[in-house]
């Protein structure tokens, strides 16, 4: 007698098994995941591990919140992967007793990892002359984190709901497996339009007209100039208004005729200080010649010393930079410069860096045509000097190392950033057995990586000329920062560290690049020779790449002190 077998309900079958596709469509009411909330925990404790420079709690608690976030996201991910693998339809609720033990390890793990952030924080602002940080640091920092966490979090959630709500309705005409894919392949598709395109063009819009109104802005302590040796002033090509908020600062800024009389010991010249705005020529080119024709004009091809400059962003020009080179030729000098952005330099860093590399190009090309035309015996000087993303830009109009010492009488890069060129590519083939943070290269023949003055004369192999020197501080986040800090250690954290790093400073996979990342925001609050703070050394790179006649050491501590005093 045939008999049909019917399986029992409770028996298991791949049918009941199997994971129901359309179930992660189905909208559901949110809690926090157990295991989020365990690897976020472990995040948070990460993010107050030591770092480049001393931070408030208002940055802290943005990489913190930013950190619990991600780490939220990363277990969130890890138990939905584990339930795929063991083929569960839905995470199985923690116990109670589950809830109490991460309450009790979050209180004492929390506690015992702020003992160690205050007393690292206690070094490295000791280290820096930095003071320390007060009480309610503490509870504002956290108030912060718990903010940027939860909204980070909140944000997530509706992506995932718009996700699952686009997935039911492609739901009604294709199988559930094929809406989710298209669902978040529609969705991402969606947010990278929008963020290149009408996004994108809406806040670069916007960020524009309100820098470009910052740009019209004139300091009360800057003065249209009344004597010819400088743009905007009697006989100039350009007018006083057309050079911006930047330029206009540094047309009327540096060492008067007097000051510089009475450090050097004997009459002075005026300064040469040519500068063209954005708004005074259509394209790069038109404006660096109007530029190289300002400079003519002034007579800055007659004088001692020519120096080309890039600016930053805003058109920012280190006024210690400038005016030291002043001092080194008793005001025989002419610098040209030209701005090229409204925006500061790192929103123009992350959305515009290769105006900055057209710009310093330009300018260069043009100064340096012009400059071969003339009888090489009265031919000036001629120098390049960038800080920051002026440096970026100052490097585009060479090749290489060897490139500037053909073409220039020395340069000055200050503040590189990671993503310079000929400084990447002289780093990456430095001696062997030099650090990253201070290399050699090619035995120090042409250029001279400097932390300190004494670098200077690192290594004791003779230096020839023209001489190029990169001023950099180990603990300058604006140099060490990149992408890749996310997932790839890098060797100025192999390597042993620079003399204003911590030695329990340690790379961690996404929290380094949080942390270096926050750094940058707050690089220039630390004490000269920190960070990105550039003022005293620059007298001693510059006496070292130009070498005037009759310089002394002495002279050096003199102009030190002044540099500093501005």
Avoid: C
Wanted: proline fraction near 7%.
């Amino acid at each position: 007698m045939n008999s049909t077998h019917t399986p029992n309900a409770d028996s298991e079958s791949p049918q009941s098994t199997a994971p129901d596709p359309s179930r992660q469509l189905r909208p559901r009411r949110e809690g926090y995941s157990y295991a989020g909330l365990l690897i976020a925990l472990v995040l948070t404790w990460l993010s107050l591990t030591p770092s480049l420079l001393p931070r408030g709690p208002l940055f802290q608690g943005v990489v913190t919140g930013a950190a619990a976030a991600m780490g939220y996201g990363l277990g969130v991910l890890a138990a939905a992967i584990a339930r795929w693998v063991v083929r569960r339809h839905a995470e199985p609720r923690a116990r109670s007793w589950h809830w109490w033990a991460l309450a009790v390890v979050a209180v004492a793990g929390t506690i015992a990892v702020l003992r160690w952030f205050a007393n690292w924080q206690d070094q490295l602002r000791n280290l820096m002359g930095v003071a320390g940080l007060s009480l309610s640091a503490y509870p504002l920092m956290f108030l912060i984190a718990a903010v940027v966490f939860v909204v980070s979090i909140a944000l997530a959630r509706m992506l995932v709901s718009l996700w699952r709500w686009v997935g039911r309705q492609l739901n009604r005409v294709v199988p559930a497996r094929v809406a989710a894919v298209a669902s978040g392949v529609l969705i991402a598709a969606v947010i990278v339009t929008v963020l290149n395109g009408v996004a994108a063009s809406a806040i670069m819009s916007l960020l524009n007209d309100t820098f470009k109104a910052i740009n019209q802005e004139t300091s009360a302590d800057t003065v249209a100039p009344t004597v010819r040796e400088r743009s905007g002033g009697p006989g100039s090509l350009v007018s006083w208004d057309s050079l911006g908020r930047q330029g206009r600062i540094f047309v009327a800024g540096g060492p008067t005729t007097e000051g510089l009389a009475t450090f050097n010991q004997r009459p002075a010249r005026q300064p040469i200080r040519t500068y063209t705005g954005l708004a005074s020529a259509d394209t790069p080119e038109e404006e660096a010649d109007l530029g190289v024709a300002e400079l003519e004009r002034a007579g800055g091809f007659d004088r001692a010393v020519l120096g080309v400059a890039t600016t930053t962003g805003t058109g920012w020009i280190n006024e210690n930079t400038a005016a030291a080179l002043e001092y080194l030729h008793n005001g025989d000098s002419a610098l040209v410069s030209m701005q090229y952005s409204y925006l500061p330099s790192w929103i123009s860093f992350v959305v515009d860096k290769e105006r900055a590399k057209h710009a310093g190009q330009a300018l260069f090309d043009a100064v340096y045509a012009k400059w071969q035309t003339l009888p090489p015996e009265h031919r000036p000087k001629l120098v390049v000097f960038g800080e920051s993303l002026g440096s970026f830009g100052g490097e585009a109009a060479f090749s290489g190392v060897q490139d500037m010492a053909v073409r220039t009488d020395g340069v000055l890069f200050v503040g590189p950033t990671n993503s310079n060129v000929v400084w990447r590519d002289t780093t990456a083939r430095r001696d062997q057995g030099t650090p990253e943070w201070l290399p050699i290269y090619h035995n120090g023949q042409t250029a001279h990586f400097v932390a300190r003055p004494a670098d200077l004369d690192r290594p004791a192999a003779p230096w020839q000329a023209p001489r190029v020197v990169y001023l950099q501080h180990p603990s300058d986040p604006i140099t060490w920062w990149t992408p890749r800090l996310l997932f790839e250690k890098p060797d100025w954290l192999r390597e042993p560290r620079g003399y204003d790093v911590l030695p329990s400073t340690r790379w961690l996979p996404i929290v380094t690049f949080l942390q270096v990342s926050a750094d940058m925001a707050v690089s220039v609050d630390v004490p000269d020779g920190h960070g990105h703070t550039f003022h005293a050394d620059i007298a001693d790179a510059w006496a070292a790449i130009l070498q005037p006649p009759n310089w002394t050491a002495a002279d050096t501590v003199r102009l030190r002190a002044i540099l500093t005093a501005e």
